[in-house]
């Protein structure tokens, strides 16, 4: 070959080996750089503090399914743990949206934990965050469902309870009839006619009480009350009720000590605890109210020596329509709204009510309020 054409063919081979080696490493660095991408774990700019900031949970997750950010609302209901989605609920929803690309919303009821049956009912929105990243949203409804319960218990209760006294009234007006010409017969029934009657109507007032206390404006004029003044109301009401069983009543503690609020709903509310331990307590017993003041806390406590109330039904005294002695409340005229409307009471107030009992040996309610600041209590002599 002629040496005059050697030098153009080394030349051009050689630029073309050198294009070619170039290229493939260019190709590779590109490589390098798609797959770095994959595996990175860092999120667009901005969404580590977005996420950071919201309220409800919040979780974005890798290609993987791993979790790059979650919020402290995501931590604390439960969802995430070492790096995963804990429900596998909420990990066919990320699947469904990485397949179509679409964003979805669906409501999802997941289990709390591990142990026992409670639920979280929650609003989930699930979408694609870029081309790498997945991000979940999740609203707690928990509450609104635990409600929305409620309000259906609370209609099937109320439905329950006022066909006994109506069904009784029916039934004992057409006994009268019956009767009419048997004086004995007569009077005896109208008598629990009378019974049903008053049962009926004191349902009814509290039904309406416990819905005005449920009402966003039931405390919205509060005035200085004078705790003193509470209890010896209270006790004043009961006063028939407890010398008809025998009972004694009697208060002691500290005085002159005062709360925001309303004066008749805490006398209503201090009224039923003392009603409550009258009617579960033996004849002859003894009731005291006590009241003290820790802080900045004012505590009135109800005592009774009654037939307490079981460890297990402890959470659901407050409950209503709730009985302990379903055969004793409806004897006596109970509604199983008293305790309901305490708790409301002491809500409103800013306070909140405990409970201590053992079967046979009495049970404590504990009214806890706000304290007003004011001079030094000075000790009251207990009286009977």
């Known amino acids: 070959m002629d040496s005059a054409l050697l030098v153009p063919l080394a030349l051009t081979l050689g630029v073309t080996i050198g294009a070619g080696a170039v290229a493939t490493v260019v190709a ?30 919040g979780v974005v997750l890798d290609y993987s399914n791993s979790v790059v950010k979650a919020s402290p609302g995501a931590l604390a209901l439960g969802l995430v743990w070492h790096r995963t989605l804990v429900h596998a609920r909420l990990v066919e929803l990320v699947e469904r949206v990485r397949r179509s ?28 965050l870029g081309s790498r990243f997945v991000l979940l949203l999740a609203e707690d409804r928990t509450e609104s469902h635990r409600l929305d319960a409620v309000r259906r218990d609370f209609v099937a209760n109320i439905s329950h309870e006022l066909k006994t006294p109506i069904g009784a009234i029916g039934l004992l007006s057409e006994a009268l009839g019956h009767a009419a010409e048997d004086p004995v017969q007569v009077r005896r029934f109208a008598d629990q006619l009378h019974k049903e009657s008053e049962r009926l109507a004191s349902m009814t007032q509290e039904i309406i009480e416990l819905s005005r206390l449920q009402a966003k404006d039931a405390l919205s004029h509060p005035e200085m009350v004078e705790i003193d003044a509470v209890v010896a109301a209270a006790i004043d009401q009961n006063r028939v009720l407890a010398d008809a069983h025998r009972i004694t009543l009697a ?22 605890l003392i009603a409550n331990a009258v009617q579960y307590s033996p004849s002859p ?3 005291g ?23 297990d039904e402890l ?3 407050f409950e209503r329509f709730f009985r302990v002695d379903q055969a004793r409340s409806r004897a006596t005229g109970g509604t199983g709204l008293g305790l309901s409307i ?11 009510v405990r409970v201590w009992s053992q079967p046979g040996r009495g049970s404590t309610f504990t009214i806890r309020l706000p304290r007003v600041d004011q001079p030094a209590p000075t000790p009251l002599k207990a009286r009977t």
Do not use: C, F
């Open 251 to 272: 208060s002691g503690g500290e005085r002159g000590l005062r709360v925001w609020g309303d004066e008749t709903m805490l006398i209503t509310a201090v009224h039923n």
């Open 101 to 128: 690309g679409e964003p979805l919303t669906e409501e999802v009821e997941l289990s709390r934990g591990p142990l026992g049956d409670a639920a979280l009912h929650l609003s989930v929105r699930v979408a694609r």
């Open 315 to 317: 959470d659901r005294v």
């Open 285 to 287: 017993s003894r009731v």
């Open 289 to 311: 109210v006590g009241v003290i003041a820790t802080d900045d806390i004012i505590e009135i406590a109800v005592t009774d020596q009654g037939i307490g109330i079981p460890e």
């Open 28 to 57: 590779a660095a590109r490589r390098g750089r798609m797959a770095a991408e994959v595996a990175s774990t860092t999120v667009p700019d901005g969404v580590d503090q977005v996420v950071e900031a919201l309220e409800s949970a």
């Open 342 to 352: 305490v708790k409301h009471v002491v809500q409103n107030h800013g306070g909140d």
